[in-house]
């Protein structure tokens, strides 16, 4: 099954290498067809990088006039066509069997709409889980964004018939993802795996 990747960025010459690297890391999905559906966001883009990406094989590039990531995740999300997406940050990595951890969730029960996993955050110096596990989050997925975020760039993968545009509609421009969140837990089955996946 086809998966679409969605990654907003604005393409710019500073950009360029994180970008190229998210990008690479949904080519090398292992078990699964990934598409990059990458949303050149504003007009700091550099030309010759977004004609490189354009000419990559499985990337598919959208453009929004104007910066604005909030709205480039719902231009994104309304030019999904595969049965599944994820988003990925433009200076995030997915691990090589991302997609298909989550995937295999999705697909082994029809009545789960999102499957959100744990991840490293890395420095320069170090690199940390995101969290430790996820437990927190399985009894009352509401109450435990409002105290700790569990839905991070990355760690997620939507189903794209339950998981429509209007989820990323009126998106605030800051805390996004605890937004979208709690928008998803108040209406939608949430899962949640321990595998580290980003």
Known sequence: MKISVIIPTTASAARAACLRQAI?????????????LVVVNGDRAEPTLVESIER?????????????LPKALLH???????????????DDELLPDALRVRLDALA??????????????ASSDHE???????????????????????????????????????YFCD?????EWTYIGARLALKRRVVFLDDVTF
Request: proline share 6%.
């Open 128 to 166: 940390a889980e995101s969290v430790a596990s996820l437990n927190y989050a399985r009894s009352d997925p509401l109450m435990a964004i409002l105290e700790r975020n569990w839905l991070y760039p990355g760690s997620a993968l939507y189903r794209s018939k339950t998981i429509g545009p209007d």
């Open 108 to 121: 082994a029960d029809d009545s789960v709409d999102v499957v959100v996993t744990r991840g490293l955050c």
């Open 56 to 68: 990559l094989p499985a990337v598919r590039v959208l453009r929004l006039p104007q910066a604005n």
């Open 76 to 90: 994104g999300r309304e030019n999904v066509a595969a049965a599944f997406f994820s988003q990925l940050d433009d």
């Open 24 to 36: 690479a890391s949904v080519q090398a999905q292992v078990g699964v067809e990934a598409e990059a």
């Open 171 to 175: 998106v605030p421009s800051y805390l």
